[in-house]
């Protein structure tokens, strides 16, 4: 039975990522600490981003883009939806209404979460729109945790 009060470890988060199609990647473990990277290809059209995700028992994902460089396919314009540019750091959700929890896999919400903030960054990229809905977070310096 699902266990609603079950945290899960940085060990489960790792092989529930190691162990799904969407988020085949490579990522180690240590300390309570995950870090993970892998590609996502949005739609069959799409080019290949690769992203990495920071994750430690005692805080939340921190989603960050690794290539290619956003702020160059953005040719000038600030980006839409994230915490910062350097380096870009994803914003998937909203942290002060309890969207994602430690009780939650990585895996099936950030993982999915990554690939949609991807589908409506190129369709920003076409028509300088972003629909992605969503409450647009500061900026914050890239050292802040959130």
């Known amino acids: 039975m699902y266990n609603r009060e079950r945290h899960y470890s940085a060990a489960h988060q790792y092989f529930a990522l190691k162990n799904n199609r969407i988020s085949r990647g490579m990522g180690r473990i ?7 990277e892998f590609d996502v290809v949005p739609t069959p059209l799409s080019r290949n981003y690769r992203v990495r995700i920071d994750y430690h028992e005692d805080d939340k994902p921190r989603i960050l883009v690794v290539s290619p460089d956003l702020t160059t396919l953005a040719e000038g314009r600030p980006l839409p939806h994230v915490y910062s540019e350097d380096p870009v750091r994803l914003c998937l959700y909203r942290p002060g209404k309890s969207e994602w929890s430690s009780r939650m896999l990585i895996v099936n919400t950030i993982v999915p979460w990554v690939y949609l903030w991807f589908f409506y960054f190129e369709e920003w990229l076409l028509t300088n729109e ?9 900026k914050v310096d890239h050292d802040e945790r959130s």
């Open 130 to 138: 972003w629909k992605g809905g969503g409450e647009h977070p500061p």
């Open 30 to 36: 240590r300390h309570r600490h995950l870090t993970w």
